[in-house]
């Protein structure tokens, strides 16, 4: 662990600086694209609840699914709205949230900057909207709004003869209004012009406590936006560089890492358990946990090339993971800790863990169209175009000629309907047949010996260490994180013109020597984050 600390120090020791981003120069001339608002998001929800008032505060069900586009929850944040289910029980989550806080003496007198005077001390609820209401919708409310919320108040405090039954009916009115559920972050017509649109300082403030924290700002960045301060670059690097030292910003970057690789889809992962010993109903967390653990280690404490997430032994595994890796738990505690694989180990990076093993695979056997279409998709941005209609992609059956996957594989190739598409994924996918479904290390299939060899757009590869390798030193590989990276910030897929800005991007990516807290600052401090588009 000596090393380890001496490699963290290092690590730490490398400030960033305005001058350091690339200039406004750098980005060739574009319209951004159209704006519109995005839901929140589930965990955006939770984590907001969490920050206005506590985590002790118990989240009633919400039915209102997320969805993805892109594989991003945050594109499709911004292309679909609440069902009428979703509203109800969003309806619910606000009145049951706003129950606990009137019922908790500690939360109310949190949130209540004042002592009432009256069951109906109109005075001291207005105190309550004004500064509750900034907070919870991300900008200070308008007279009118604080007027229509105060009237509430002062009719359910009358009704019900309680000033914190008062409370509790504004609380679930504000937790319920599309300010609160929706982020408004359009910015504002310039000399009468609806196309030519800025985004104000609370918008900015708005966009940029999603994008590092995935919550609301906190009263420093709220305090900065009502200076007009996060305009200028200088202001809105300062602040972008605070909240990328606040502890907060783990939260931020494990939502995103989630995003881009679809970690959130563990929640559903099954394997059947009669076949795999190993599996259980914690192993999906216990995945996720360990990409997010891992991926957070290297790019908040170690700084390192974010190449080495492909490349790395290092990991952060608990009892469960170590028994499918077969190495010694990390601790006697069976907790989550740090782990190197041995250098002659098969599993480096990423695609070593079972979070991308088993996720990219079906529950009883292995997946070498899924494991390399999520390659193509998820790590070097190339479409596979789907499947044409009524063509049979299922893999033959084992047989006495065709034991091992890469036999069935070959032989379902030989269909030409089939070949196009499956030879850009099938070859990458092979390469990881030594790790079954779950993710455990295996020679053989079905008796026969497991060929692992392949190519990857020209680059030879004999073992999943080495086609791990293969995709680290791709050239799509930091022009595809590049481009996630601004899709999620933004919560949109770039036009064609906005293209140019990604090039910008994974050219700064590459003078940072691939380092994922200078990329954040560059999205932040380029025209995809701080122009504003017309509205959609």
Known sequence: M?????????????????????????????????????????????????DLFNKDIVIPPITANDSSMGGL??????????????????????FGIAEQVCENEHLLNSIIPCSP??????????????????????????????????????EASQVYQDFNKGVEFTLAALLQSPHFLYRIELGAAQNGNSEERMFSDTDLASRLSFFLWNTIPDEDLLAAAERGELKTREGLFEQALRMIEDPKIERGIDNFYSEYLHLYELDHLHKDPT???????????????????????????????????????????????????????PNLEGDFGYIEHPPNSHR???????????????????????????????????????????????????????????????????????????????????????????????????????????????TLFNTPTELSSAIANHSNYGWCLSRTLSRYATGRIESSAEQAWVEVLNDRLTIHEFRIKPLLLEVVMSPFFRNAGPLE
Not at 16 to 26: G, H, N, P, Q, V
Not at 318 to 327: D, G, H, P, T, V
């Open 2 to 50: 000596f090393v380890l600390s001496i490699f963290l120090s290092l690590g730490c020791d490398r400030p960033t600086r305005l001058k350091d981003m690339a200039s406004e120069d750098d980005y060739p001339t574009a319209t951004p694209s159209p704006l519109s608002m995005r839901r929140l998001t589930t965990t955006q929800y939770e984590n907001i609840i969490v």
């Open 275 to 329: 076949l795999f010993e190993h599996y259980n109903h914690h192993i999906g967390q216990d995945a996720r946990e360990e990409t997010l653990s891992f991926l957070r280690y290297l790019s908040l404490e170690a700084e390192a090339d974010f190449r080495e997430s492909l490349t790395s032994k290092e990991s952060f595994i608990n009892s469960r993971l170590a028994a499918i890796y077969n190495i010694p738990s």
């Open 117 to 154: 005077n009256s069951l109906s001390d109109e005075q001291c609820a207005e105190h309550m909207i004004r500064q509750f209401g900034k907070r919870a919708w991300r900008r200070p409310l308008s007279q009118s709004e604080t007027d229509r919320y105060t009237e509430l108040f002062l």
């Open 73 to 94: 929850l945050s594109i499709g944040a911004s292309t679909s709205s609440y069902t009428a289910s979703g509203v109800e029980s969003l309806e619910n989550a606000a």
């Open 348 to 458: 480096q990076g990423i695609l070593g863990q079972v979070s991308f093993l088993a996720l990219h695979s079906h529950s009883v056997s292995t997946s070498a169209t899924l494991r390399g279409s999520a390659v193509r998709n998820i790590l070097l941005c190339q479409e596979i175009p789907p499947a044409p209609v009524n063509v049979d992609t299922s893999i033959p059956e084992a047989s006495g000629t065709t034991l091992t996957l890469r036999d069935r594989v070959d032989e379902h190739l030989e269909d030409p309907s089939c070949a196009g598409c499956h030879l850009l994924m099938d070859p990458i996918g092979l390469g990881l047949e030594n790790f079954d479904s779950l993710g455990l290390w295996r020679t053989t299939d079905n008796g026969a010996t497991i060929d692992a060899t392949g190519d990857l757009d020209g």
